[in-house]
């Protein structure tokens, strides 16, 4: 892990994180073992099979609650599975592990679109819209998919 990337993280996303790499469950499997087992789920998401991806990912994320990618796949089958509420918690999670993008933010506001929380949503994009422009720049590519979802969440609850 960068040391750009560990500063960023908040005091609570640091202990969050020790916390869950200190797990007993985290040292039972090798990266190379956990990685095998990644192959898999991606391989059932890239054919757009999110319920049988799901269960793997849910082991993945046991056994390597630290690593990103495991938790952004459990997060997004858990969201094209229609588990909304629990993709949310997985995103923000992960959001506070890995701060420092829209992305998840966006997807957490993309949720909360599909179980009709247009309130939220909005509340969550002005966030994602103001980090964005603070940003000077840096994130300027996801300024058109925060406005799309905007508009939606405007345009919905009219």
């Keep these: ?39 898999l789920a991606y391989a059932h998401v890239t054919q ?3 319920a049988q991806a799901l269960p793997i990912f849910f082991i993945l994320a046991h056994y390597g609650p630290t690593r990103k990618h495991y938790l952004l796949g459990l997060a997004l089958c858990l969201q094209r599975c229609q588990r909304y509420a629990e993709a949310i918690h997985i995103y923000s999670m992960a959001d506070v592990l890995f701060p420092g993008s829209p992305e998840l933010a966006l997807r957490v506001a993309e949720c909360q679109l599909m ?13 994602v819209q103001r980090f ?10 996801w300024k058109p998919r925060a406005e799309v979802l905007m508009d939606l969440a405007q345009r919905e609850s009219a």
């Design 1 to 39: 892990m960068s040391q750009a990337m560990t500063a960023a993280r908040s005091e609570f996303g640091e202990q969050l994180f020790q916390g869950l790499a200190a797990l007993p469950s985290s040292g039972r499997m090798t990266g190379e073992q956990l990685e095998v087992i990644y192959a």
């Design 115 to 127: 179980q009709g929380d247009r309130a939220e949503a909005r509340e969550e994009l002005g966030r």
């Design 132 to 141: 964005i422009a603070q940003a000077g720049g840096k994130y300027d590519e």
């Design 48 to 50: 757009g099979q999110y």
